[in-house]
């Protein structure tokens, strides 16, 4: 009460030093038309400072400001500037410990909170009950939003929040003293301890009446509520963690037990005593919470109250086939039927006929065995455990039938049932069943089993000797004509469509399969060669034919043919291709040629020398020695290398290598063209016959020759006449201290190549020609010897020059 007055006074006072729009706030008595939006920064700080100063906080002076005709808008405008201006200059509102101890609803109502750590208990966890206290998550804490209860009882420690509004007004909240009495401004002090709500807020209104005129004239109205909440002292015995605990005065017994743990190892969870003034007030059986949802042994806690959990007197154990195993507390006179209720009854796989039972004597065990007739009758002993078994997996009127009738499944079987009672319920046999025989697998007394024959077409015209009589667990099969026949196939390879195998049909003919394949392509030529199995019983070695040709002849740009071919099951029919059916393949030309482009190549004969004149022959800029043919690599010269066995070591990668250089960086041969010889020698060799997909190409003439490689300066040289291989290398700086001259070579206009030789002493350098490459080489790594290969050297020399001059001694 001391605080929130303070509060009052503090935006009394603060409002002197602030702008014209918070005096209005905090002089005038009516609110509602005040714009929070016009406070300032420096009003929002001596805000700040003020509530910092004596820890309060906004939500504590929000009675108020509503009380005087504010909206809960503009009250949440001012909060949210107020933290906003917090926030933004670092400024936080420290609430003191006293404060966070305390917990508040959105209705302003506070309670002191109550932290209470749960600990997972191992040791009762199968103990029907206990997982209802392991749960931090239910408490059954009071809800401080809820109305305040009808029969609340005021005490010490309780606070009400008494409001008058009208002509007059009036605001404050009053805490119940240790003496039981409230204390109002000019009012007095008025006693209300012991008092339900109820009866304290007509005495309060009474008092507030004698003083307020307006009150008693109803020009003003009175308001009481309870805004705190006392704390009351209960002592909990038994529990996993008693001892004395201050809770809520709205707190119920099961709050309480969720504080203690709930009952102890050895606690009841039936027979749990509420002690007031010395009495037993309430006795509470959680179960009946838990099985039915019952919460009338839930009762209200008074100061003092005592909780005793005592041991419990029986349980028994429950394993197996039902809903909820575990360990179940049982009170005198409960029966079997009582635990099955707890346990949620059996599930469905549980053997309910009867239930074994293991009892403890003075001296041993025992098992009982309790029928389905005793449940109700059986008392149960503190130790029993009960085993709840899962029924056989067997059929006790179970009978199948399968194969060729409309319905193949199982049935219910029924005595004196007989084959075409079973045919009958399975909607009858179907148009391929086999009516000479059916079978019966049947199970036999010692689980073997054996087979009995059915003469179905009898069974079914009434002969009782053949329908015969059915037992439980038989099946019956009947059989299809189609799981005799054996699967035909035929086979079409060639110029169709969609060549392979397929399903063969009686009366299949050529015409069917080639519209079933999808057509004749245009390449299919007259010609049909069908292959048929030769079938006999007897073998004749004079006859050296493994099958049967049969050679037709079509029209091969119709899919329907005159004489319609009748196959037989396993043909292999092959449509020839035409002679002569190739599709326009080209090459290209490219360079210094009148007509780049590509080019068909009109014969099969088409070289290289024909080409470049229907392109229009070489051009003043052409380089005659610089035509060269690039030639794609085709799969299937790949496809060779890497069947080539190289005899190399399994760690040896040259063979990966060059198979992947060829794939990936090459893609192509090349192939020079002495072009000057073929002018004067059609017949000469580089006139090469071109293949589809060949690239000529014709440089253009360049004085200039590259070298590149381990080289001082990959550069462009001018050609000049008469100088020799040094002269370039010279012109570049030489190679560097990895270059390998001797292993030099070039590369021609025309993609021919030449390496430097030599013989003795003396060196042959290849020439040189405009557009030409020289390409200067790596040395390759050689590896040093080591110390110890010298020392082993040495030594070795040494031993035979030993055994030289012994040998000579």
């Given at each position: 009460?001391?605080?929130i007055t303070?509060?009052?006074?503090?935006f009394?006072t603060?409002s002197?030093?602030?702008?014209v729009n918070?005096q209005?706030?905090?002089?005038s008595?009516?609110?509602s038309t005040?714009?929070v939006?016009?406070?300032?920064?420096?009003?929002?700080a001596?805000?700040?400072?003020?509530?910092?100063?004596?820890?309060?906080t906004i939500?504590?002076v929000?009675p108020?400001?509503?009380s005087?005709?504010?909206?809960?808008a503009n009250?949440?405008?001012?909060?949210l500037k107020?933290t906003?201006y917090e926030k933004?200059?670092?400024?936080?509102?420290?609430?003191t410990?006293?404060t966070?101890?305390k917990k508040?609803?959105e209705?302003g109502r506070?309670q002191?909170?109550?932290?209470?750590?749960?600990v997972?208990?191992?040791?009762n966890a199968?103990?029907?009950?206990?997982e209802?206290?392991?749960?931090p998550?239910?408490?059954f804490?009071?809800d401080?939003?809820?109305a305040?209860?009808?029969?609340?009882v005021?005490g010490?420690g309780d606070e009400?929040?008494?409001s008058?509004?009208?002509?007059q007004?009036?605001n404050?909240n009053?805490?119940?003293?240790v003496?039981?009495?409230v204390?109002?401004d000019y009012?007095?002090?008025?006693?209300?301890?012991g008092m339900?709500?109820?009866?304290a807020?007509?005495?309060?209104?009474?008092?507030?009446?004698?003083?307020?005129?307006t009150v008693?004239?109803g020009q003003s109205?009175?308001?009481?509520?309870?805004?705190k909440?006392?704390?009351?002292?209960?002592?909990?015995?038994g529990?996993?963690?008693?001892g004395n605990?201050?809770?809520s005065?709205?707190?119920?017994v099961?709050?309480?037990l969720h504080l203690?743990g709930g009952?102890g190892k050895?606690g009841?969870?039936?027979?749990?005593?509420?002690?007031?003034?010395n009495k037993?007030?309430k006795?509470?059986?959680i179960?009946?919470?838990?099985v039915k949802g019952d919460?009338?042994d839930?009762?209200a806690?008074?100061?003092?109250d005592?909780?005793?959990?005592?041991?419990y007197?029986?349980r028994?154990?429950?394993?197996g086939?039902?809903?909820r195993?575990?360990?179940?507390e049982?009170?005198k006179?409960?029966s079997?039927s009582d635990l099955l209720n707890f346990a949620?009854?059996f599930?469905?796989f549980?053997y309910?006929?009867s239930v074994?039972v293991?009892?403890?004597?003075g001296?041993?065990?025992?098992v009982?065995?309790?029928n389905?007739?005793?449940y109700?009758s059986?008392?149960?002993?503190?130790?029993?455990v009960f085993?709840?078994?899962?029924i056989?997996?067997?059929?006790?009127?179970?009978?199948k039938i399968?194969?060729?009738v409309?319905r193949?499944?199982y049935?219910?079987?029924?005595?004196?049932?007989?084959?075409?009672?079973?045919?009958?319920r399975a909607e009858?046999l179907?148009?391929?069943?086999?009516s000479?025989r059916a079978?019966i697998?049947?199970?036999?007394t010692?689980?073997?089993t054996?087979?009995?024959?059915?003469?179905?077409?009898?069974a079914?015209s009434?002969?009782?000797s053949a329908d015969?009589?059915l037992?439980?667990e038989?099946?019956?099969t009947?059989?299809?004509?189609l799981d005799f026949?054996?699967?035909y196939?035929?086979t079409?390879d060639g110029?169709?469509?969609n060549?392979?195998e397929y399903?063969?049909y009686e009366n299949?003919t050529?015409?069917d399969l080639v519209v079933?394949?999808?057509?004749?392509?245009?390449s299919?030529s007259k010609?049909v060669?069908?292959?048929r199995m030769v079938?006999?019983?007897?073998?004749?070695?004079?006859?050296p034919?493994r099958?049967?040709?049969?050679?037709?002849?079509?029209?091969?740009?119709?899919?329907?043919?005159v004489?319609n071919?009748?196959?037989?099951?396993?043909?292999?029919i092959n449509i020839?291709?035409m002679?002569v059916?190739e599709?326009p393949?080209m090459?290209t030309?490219s360079?210094a040629?009148?007509y780049p482009g590509?080019?068909v190549?009109a014969?099969?004969k088409?070289?290289?020398?024909?080409?470049v004149?229907?392109a229009?022959?070489?051009?003043?800029?052409a380089?005659?020695?610089?035509?060269?043919i690039?030639r794609?690599?085709?799969?299937?010269e790949i496809e060779?290398?890497e069947?080539i066995?190289l005899?190399?070591?399994?760690?040896d990668?040259i063979k990966d290598?060059?198979?992947k250089?060829?794939k990936?960086?090459l893609k192509?041969a090349?192939i020079?063209?002495n072009?000057?010889?073929?002018?004067?020698?059609?017949?000469?060799y580089?006139?090469?016959?071109?293949?589809?997909?060949d690239e000529i190409?014709v440089?253009i003439y360049n004085?200039?020759?590259?070298?590149?490689?381990?080289?001082?300066?990959?550069s462009?040289?001018?050609y000049?006449?008469?100088?020799?291989?040094?002269?370039y290398?010279?012109?570049?700086?030489?190679?560097?201290n990895?270059?390998?001259?001797?292993?030099a070579y070039?590369?021609y206009?025309n993609g021919k190549?030449?390496?430097?030789?030599s013989?003795?002493?003396?060196?042959s350098?290849?020439?040189?020609?405009?557009?030409s490459q020289i390409?200067?080489?790596e040395?390759?790594?050689?590896?040093k010897?080591t110390?110890?290969?010298w020392?082993?050297?040495g030594?070795?020399?040494s031993?035979l020059?030993?055994?030289?001059v012994t040998a000579?001694?």
């Amino acid at each position: 009460m001391k605080k929130i007055t303070y509060v009052f006074f503090l935006f009394f006072t603060l409002s002197m030093s602030l702008s014209v729009n918070a005096q209005d706030l905090m002089k005038s008595k009516d609110l509602s038309t005040v714009n929070v939006d016009y406070l300032s920064d420096d009003d929002l700080a001596k805000i700040s400072a003020q509530l910092k100063s004596n820890n309060a906080t906004i939500d504590q002076v929000e009675p108020m400001a509503l009380s005087k005709g504010m909206t809960q808008a503009n009250f949440n405008k001012l909060k949210l500037k107020l933290t906003e201006y917090e926030k933004k200059n670092g400024v936080g509102t420290k609430t003191t410990a006293k404060t966070t101890e305390k917990k508040e609803s959105e209705f302003g109502r506070k309670q002191e909170s109550i932290k209470n750590v749960k600990v997972k208990d191992s040791a009762n966890a199968l103990i029907f009950g206990s997982e209802l206290f392991d749960n931090p998550t239910l408490n059954f804490e009071s809800d401080l939003k809820m109305a305040t209860p009808i029969n609340y009882v005021l005490g010490p420690g309780d606070e009400l929040q008494v409001s008058v509004y009208g002509v007059q007004e009036y605001n404050g909240n009053l805490p119940v003293s240790v003496e039981g009495k409230v204390t109002i401004d000019y009012v007095g002090q008025i006693t209300v301890s012991g008092m339900s709500i109820e009866a304290a807020t007509q005495k309060i209104k009474s008092a507030i009446a004698r003083v307020y005129s307006t009150v008693r004239a109803g020009q003003s109205q009175v308001s009481v509520s309870l805004s705190k909440i006392r704390t009351i002292k209960v002592t909990i015995v038994g529990g996993k963690q008693p001892g004395n605990y201050s809770i809520s005065s709205l707190a119920t017994v099961y709050n309480a037990l969720h504080l203690a743990g709930g009952p102890g190892k050895n606690g009841s969870y039936r027979n749990i005593e509420l002690i007031r003034n010395n009495k037993v007030y309430k006795n509470i059986d959680i179960y009946r919470f838990l099985v039915k949802g019952d919460q009338s042994d839930n009762v209200a806690l008074k100061e003092n109250d005592v909780v005793r959990i005592p041991a419990y007197s029986h349980r028994v154990t429950v394993e197996g086939e039902v809903k909820r195993p575990g360990i179940f507390e049982m009170k005198k006179g409960e029966s079997f039927s009582d635990l099955l209720n707890f346990a949620s009854g059996f599930n469905e796989f549980a053997y309910t006929a009867s239930v074994n039972v293991i009892q403890k004597t003075g001296k041993e065990f025992k098992v009982h065995d309790i029928n389905e007739s005793e449940y109700k009758s059986y008392q149960l002993q503190s130790g029993d455990v009960f085993r709840i078994t899962k029924i056989l997996n067997r059929f006790e009127n179970r009978i199948k039938i399968e194969g060729a009738v409309f319905r193949p499944d199982y049935y219910s079987y029924t005595d004196g049932m007989r084959v075409s009672d079973l045919i009958t319920r399975a909607e009858g046999l179907k148009e391929d069943a086999y009516s000479k025989r059916a079978r019966i697998i049947r199970l036999k007394t010692d689980l073997t089993t054996e087979i009995v024959n059915v003469n179905l077409e009898a069974a079914l015209s009434g002969d009782l000797s053949a329908d015969i009589e059915l037992k439980r667990e038989d099946i019956v099969t009947v059989y299809s004509i189609l799981d005799f026949r054996e699967e035909y196939k035929v086979t079409i390879d060639g110029e169709v469509k969609n060549p392979g195998e397929y399903e063969y049909y009686e009366n299949l003919t050529l015409n069917d399969l080639v519209v079933q394949v999808g057509g004749l392509t245009g390449s299919a030529s007259k010609r049909v060669e069908i292959a048929r199995m030769v079938k006999s019983d007897e073998i004749d070695d004079a006859d050296p034919k493994r099958v049967e040709l049969v050679e037709l002849e079509i029209t091969a740009d119709n899919n329907e043919q005159v004489k319609n071919f009748v196959l037989k099951p396993f043909d292999v029919i092959n449509i020839r291709r035409m002679a002569v059916y190739e599709k326009p393949q080209m090459v290209t030309i490219s360079g210094a040629v009148s007509y780049p482009g590509k080019y068909v190549l009109a014969n099969k004969k088409e070289t290289v020398y024909n080409v470049v004149m229907r392109a229009g022959g070489l051009t003043s800029i052409a380089n005659l020695d610089g035509m060269k043919i690039k030639r794609p690599i085709k799969a299937e010269e790949i496809e060779k290398l890497e069947s080539i066995d190289l005899n190399l070591a399994k760690s040896d990668t040259i063979k990966d290598k060059l198979t992947k250089k060829l794939k990936e960086e090459l893609k192509y041969a090349t192939i020079p063209v002495n072009w000057e010889k073929i002018v004067k020698d059609k017949n000469h060799y580089s006139n090469v016959t071109l293949f589809p997909g060949d690239e000529i190409e014709v440089s253009i003439y360049n004085e200039g020759v590259k070298v590149t490689g381990n080289v001082l300066l990959t550069s462009e040289i001018p050609y000049r006449s008469g100088k020799g291989f040094k002269y370039y290398l010279n012109a570049v700086g030489g190679v560097d201290n990895k270059g390998w001259k001797r292993k030099a070579y070039i590369i021609y206009p025309n993609g021919k190549a030449d390496v430097t030789t030599s013989f003795l002493f003396f060196r042959s350098y290849p020439k040189v020609e405009p557009d030409s490459q020289i390409v200067v080489p790596e040395k390759p790594e050689r590896k040093k010897m080591t110390a110890g290969e010298w020392v082993g050297i040495g030594s070795v020399i040494s031993s035979l020059a030993l055994l030289i001059v012994t040998a000579f001694k």
